[in-house]
Every structure is written in structure tokens, then in C-alpha cells.
């Protein structure tokens, strides 16, 4: 018996939506590199580099611009919310660099659906940057990690000390120049032993 209940065409639905996918990125990266130019724009002769790369978006701007830069993509181009905040040790790859490390912003524009990552650069023999922690609540954290990993100190931190390893802590293992097996740190941390005969 002929079923009456019409039969769905899956393949031209999957098709469909792979099509809708693509032109919904076509319009994303349409309008993040459209806010980005403005960035771009914005930062005139401090702007280093706009670099466009499997579809995102950076922005490499002075050091000395970095906070100047955040604060008016936060309160222009409505980019509300700090994604993430890392650096980059370039030490040992290939490439032309300015400086040594490298300091990224991945910045979030909830209102239009955009993001955007901003680079500076941080020189080694004074590796210090101002804080972002007064343009983003949420650098606050990330200042301290990069602060423990790499080593680089953010001026007017709040509270600048170590979240990940113990405050005693010496070398910071994120450097490309920090030694794979540590420098022999770990025989001082205390050993916890989880035996079944010492909980008898």
C-alpha cells in the first residue's frame, strides 16, 4: 500500500542548510572585516599590521595604543566582551618579529555577531604592558596566567601574582627558553602520598 504522507528529500535539505550555513559566514566575516577596517582606520599611523586569515580578523596596533585601541572598539564598535587574553613566546619561530612576545586580544561583539583579536607586541628586556583589566573585567585572570606562564607584568594590575603555580615558584614555563623537563622545581613541592596501607 502507497504510504499518503508526503516522503522529505534529505539530500536537498542537507543541501540547504550547508547553503544557508555558508552565506550566514559569507555575512559574519562580511561584517568583521568591515569593523575591523574601522579599527584599522581608527588607529591611522599606529596601526602595524591588519592581517586576514582563515577567516579572522587582527588587528596588530603599538603597544603604547593597545589600551586606547580596546577602550574605543568596547565603546564604538560595541566589542563588549573579552573573549580570551594570551601571549605568543616567538622566540623560536620562524618569522620577522619586532619584539620577543606577543600579547593577543580575542575580543566579542555580541550585539552584531563579530569578533576580533588585537596583537601587540612586548619587548623581552622590559616585558611589561599597561593592564586591560580596566577596559575588561574578565583580563583580570588572564593578566595573571600570562603574568605565571610567560613572565610579562601588567602595569596597575590589581593584584599581579601567580594563579597557576605556587607563589614560590621560579622561571615562568611557557618561554620558549624554559627547559621541557622544568629545572628540577617539582622535587620541592611536597609529596602526597595515596597509598591503601597508609589509609589503614
Known amino acids: 500500500m502507497k504510504s499518503r504522507l508526503p516522503v522529505a528529500d534529505l539530500e536537498a535539505h542537507a543541501r ?8 550566514a559566514t559569507e555575512r559574519r ?16 599611523e599606529d596601526l602595524i599590521e591588519f592581517i586576514e ?11 603604547a595604543r593597545s589600551n586606547a585601541l580596546l577602550t574605543w572598539l568596547r565603546d564604538e564598535l560595541e566589542f ?16 620577522d618579529y619586532p619584539e620577543r612576545f ?14 576580533l583579536r588585537v596583537r601587540t607586541y612586548v619587548a623581552e628586556e622590559d616585558p611589561r604592558a599597561p593592564t586591560a583589566s580596566n577596559v575588561y573585567k574578565a583580563a583580570n585572570w588572564a593578566e595573571r596566567e600570562v603574568y605565571d606562564m610567560f613572565g ?3 602595569d596597575d594590575h590589581s593584584n599581579l601574582i601567580r594563579i597557576l603555580l605556587p607563589l614560590e615558584y621560579s622561571g615562568h614555563p611557557l ?13 620541592n613541592f611536597p609529596v602526597i602520598r595515596r597509598d591503601r596501607e597508609d589509609e589503614a
Not at 80 to 93: E, I, N, P, Q, R
Not at 102 to 115: C, D, I, M, P, Q
Not at 175 to 187: Q, S
Open 16 to 23: 540547504q542548510r550547508r547553503e544557508a550555513g555558508k552565506q
Open 29 to 44: 566575516l562580511e561584517r568583521e572585516r568591515g569593523l575591523a577596517r574601522r579599527a584599522a582606520d581608527w588607529l591611522g
Open 53 to 63: 586569515f582563515r577567516g579572522q580578523m587582527t588587528i596588530v596596533t603599538k603597544l
Open 80 to 95: 563588549d566582551m573579552m573573549v580570551d587574553l594570551t601571549a605568543v613566546d616567538y622566540m623560536k619561530l620562524e618569522g
Open 102 to 115: 606577543g600579547l593577543v586580544y580575542h575580543l566579542a561583539n555580541t550585539v552584531r555577531e563579530a569578533r
Open 152 to 154: 610579562l607584568e601588567f
Open 175 to 187: 618561554r620558549k627558553d624554559y627547559p621541557l623537563r622544568g629545572r628540577g622545581e617539582r622535587d
